[in-house]
């Protein structure tokens, strides 16, 4: 029973995906201090576990022994050092609070009550990454240190952050620039990993949304269509009549620009690729090796928002074994540990070195490379896609 109950947690930690928040985003407009506090916090925060990930590349525990319980077969292509799930629950829930204790009496029940649900809510996500199989203590422990440190600093800094999108100053297009700069500086894993796609996404993100907020802010038609909303409606029929019109209308405009958009970028920067001949990160294809992208299918709904893992049955939620080529390179090391082998290469007889436990093999040592392909069965990808995933999310 109890095996059943704690299953459930794969499908909870599932739900929040980065595109989730980010549609949610979307959705709702910087009116409140609040919300322009919260979406950054989650933003950048996801932007710098990505990096940490990509640098370190300490994998997740090893299965077999560890069963991973989860509704996405893609987490196995990510690192697992820091923890993304901790991180993210425990600075969220440190915000808030904080934000509790800074609006709220201290003796007032309110006040217990969002200090109590922030804490469960923090405990069960960190809780579950561990009984999942998904992050070792060691993941847990550097994303809640992590996760301090990038809630001191927008805890700190959340009042500069908040007087660059509500005034007429025009530094808040340096994020534009900003955002850039750290995309180039992502480092490159050894392995191939979606860690720098999240990365480029929220980054996307980040470019459109302090600007675009800026404008807004600054807009006397944009204000008054934010004033009429249904914020201004008695809540009743037409309240939500207007609400639900707003999400679909919303929602379909973004799946609209997506599809717009990636046409025209997959039409317009390959040449310019080629013409240039710009460079491209590991495991890309570059320019100079296809003629077109036009007859490239894009999908209305992104990947990264795995609808067919939510339609999945919660006993369908326990993986074993090999998933990706982190996992087949980690049961390399593995095997070499616990089993005393030798050095790939080396031919000595000597019974005594069966002791010595050699190092890390290297890839090239692996067994077939294309097996890593076969169970990842991960898309390729184009050197145009960084280009095209910050046009794409910073319009959106």
């Known amino acids: 029973m109890a095996r059943k109950v704690f299953k459930t947690i794969a499908v909870d930690k599932d739900a929040g995906t980065h595109d989730d928040r980010l549609y949610g985003a979307a959705l709702h407009p910087w009116r409140s201090w609040l919300r322009r506090s919260m979406l950054p ?39 697992g050092f820091p923890s993304t799930h901790s991180t993210n629950s425990i600075s969220v829930a440190l915000y808030l609070i904080a934000v509790a204790g800074d609006s709220l009496p201290y003796d007032s029940p309110t006040h217990t009550l969002c200090i109590l649900g922030a804490a469960f809510y923090a405990l069960s996500v960190v809780f579950g990454r561990i ?149 491209h990160r590991k495991f890309e294809v570059a320019a100079r090796t296809y003629k077109s992208l036009n007859k490239e299918s894009i999908h209305p709904i992104p990947s990264v928002l795995d609808l067919r893992s939510l339609s999945r049955s919660v006993s369908s939620a326990e993986h074993v074994g090999i998933q990706s080529g982190i996992d087949l390179h980690e049961r390399k090391v593995a095997e070499c540990k616990y089993r005393g082998k030798q050095r790939p290469g080396d031919n000595s007889s000597n019974p005594q070195q069966n002791d010595v436990i050699p190092s890390t093999p290297p890839l ?23 280009v095209t995933k910050l046009i794409v999310y910073a319009g959106k």
Request: glycine share 6%; proline share 7%.
């Open 131 to 279: 009984y999942c199989g998904m992050h070792s203590v060691t993941d847990v422990v550097g994303g809640t240190i992590l996760a301090f440190l990038l809630y001191w600093a927008q805890w700190a800094s959340r009042d500069f952050l908040d007087w660059i999108v509500t005034s007429g100053s025009y530094w808040v297009f340096l994020a534009i620039p900003l955002c850039l700069a750290l995309v180039g500086i992502h480092p490159d894993p050894i392995e191939r990993c979606p860690c720098f796609e999240d990365s480029v996404c929220f980054m996307g993100v980040i470019m459109g949304v302090y600007p675009g907020s800026w404008l807004c802010n600054s807009s006397d038609m944009c204000q008054s269509g934010l004033d009429t909303s249904a914020n201004g409606l008695p809540f009743g029929l037409m309240y939500l009549a207007v609400m639900v019109t707003k999400i679909v209308v919303g929602v379909s405009m973004l799946f609209m620009w997506r599809i717009a958009c990636k046409k025209v970028c997959y039409f317009l920067l390959p040449p310019i690729y080629r013409v240039f001949n710009l460079p």
């Open 364 to 386: 090239s040592s692996l067994d077939d490379p294309t097996s890593m392909l076969v169970v990842e069965d991960a898309p390729l990808r184009y050197d145009v896609d960084i």
């Open 41 to 79: 916090l989650v933003r950048w925060e996801t932007h710098w576990l990505a990096t940490m990930q990509d640098f370190m590349c300490l994998p997740r525990p090893l299965s077999p022994p560890v069963h991973r319980l989860t509704m996405s077969q893609g987490v196995a292509l990510e690192y």
